[in-house]
């Protein structure tokens, strides 16, 4: 009889251990959707107290963000930003590109560091970036340098307290521009809780 105690109480055990293991898994997960900004169904309030900084730091930070009421659809994607650098200056200056179908500026791949930033308003998948237009060559997730959180009606980086309502990406696209992958940058998001809604705008940065 103690025995089958015995055996009965290693087994409840075993059981409990691997409830807390799949508890533990739905919580990485679940902060790893938040990361990744493509599974929102509610959007999520930043919450900064115990950190300065609240621009671009939020977006590597997962535990800063909490979950709020029902998220805004996808209602907008943009190249909202072409950024430049020359490799001989520090600077970084930027142009903005909302409603353009080509930058202002020439972009040299000789002498230029470029980066792209993709803004969304709602909430949509991680944009498809291709440098080449529509059919162009895939620009990797990878060279997303820094992701943005936005708020408020106005779409500003967010501070603390403000709930998110859309999402700026930066792309560096470097690489790929001297590489000869082209000069048409494409971006498409698609609605996370309203997927029948697919966006997509296009940008060439001349040379």
Known sequence: MRKLIYALTILALIIFSGSLAQIGQAQTLSESRVYEGEQHLT???????????????????????????????????????????????STLVCENDANALITTNHYPTSSYKVYEVVRIHGYGSTPLARLGGPSGSIVPSSSIVETDYLCGTNYAVCTDGQTVTGFQYWFDITSMRAAGYGTTFYAQSTGTNNPGTTLSATLSIMQ
């Open 43 to 89: 959007p999520f309030m930043v919450n900064t107290t115990n950190d300065t900084s609240i621009n671009s730091e939020i977006a590597a930070q997962p535990d800063k963000v909490t979950p709020n009421s029902s998220a805004p659809p996808l209602s907008y994607i943009s190249t909202w930003n072409t950024c430049g650098q020359e490799t001989s200056i």
